[in-house]
């Protein structure tokens, strides 16, 4: 009875001629970002509901949405033409939105801010002026850093009052002993 798998041969010869003179580069020798890259555009579209003018009705999967979004912005920067490229680059995520209303939450999404803000700097924001792509971006850009720089400003004032709490509560404990005496529980 026959083997189900091939059976070993003598090893190949190397091709002769032309095919010889190819260089040939083993499939590790490429870069691990382009190996491991997604498709940044099939995330993107698989984590929105576009109507039929490719408006943003909704984001169906906010992870999958920031990691598109995080994935453009690390080409954009990496693309060695003009700002103006870069931009129009990233005009072709078409972040044009019905409404507003989920980019509270696409706003807390881990690594978008920081990619955002390390963006902008590397585009031409007076390319938006031909190109609706390109301003809506930046209008979906600019609104999530500023929810964000919000969010933080208002946790910073929280820490700050939570600080100023604890600080009143050591100053009169310290200025009446008996009332640290009885902040104790008794045994």
Do not use: W
């Not at 999958?64 to 072709?92: M, W």
């Not at 209303?101 to 700097?121: C, H, M, N, V, Y």
């Amino acid at each position: 009875m026959a083997p189900n798998h091939p059976i070993p041969t003598a090893p190949r010869k190397n091709p002769v001629g032309p095919a010889a003179k190819l260089p040939r580069v083993p499939p590790t020798a490429r870069s691990s970002s382009v190996q491991n890259s997604p498709d940044n555009f099939a995330l993107l579209q698989r984590s929105v509901k576009r109507d039929a003018h490719q408006v943003i009705l909704a984001v169906l999967q906010l992870p999958l949405f920031a990691q598109a979004v995080i994935g453009f912005c690390r080409v954009a920067a990496g693309i060695p033409g003009t700002q103006a490229d870069r931009a129009r680059y990233l005009g072709t995520m078409q972040l044009r939105f019905a409404d507003q209303a989920d980019f509270p939450r696409i706003a807390e999404q881990k690594g978008l801010f920081d990619s955002l803000t390390a963006t902008l700097p590397v585009i031409d924001r007076d390319a938006a002026n031909d190109s609706t792509d390109i301003q809506s971006f930046l209008t979906f850009a600019d609104a999530i850093l500023q929810i964000e720089k919000n969010r933080r400003e208002v946790q910073r004032q929280r820490e700050a009052e939570v600080q100023r709490q604890r600080e009143a509560e050591e100053v009169c404990l310290l200025a009446n002993p008996l009332a640290r005496l009885s902040s104790y529980p008794s045994s």
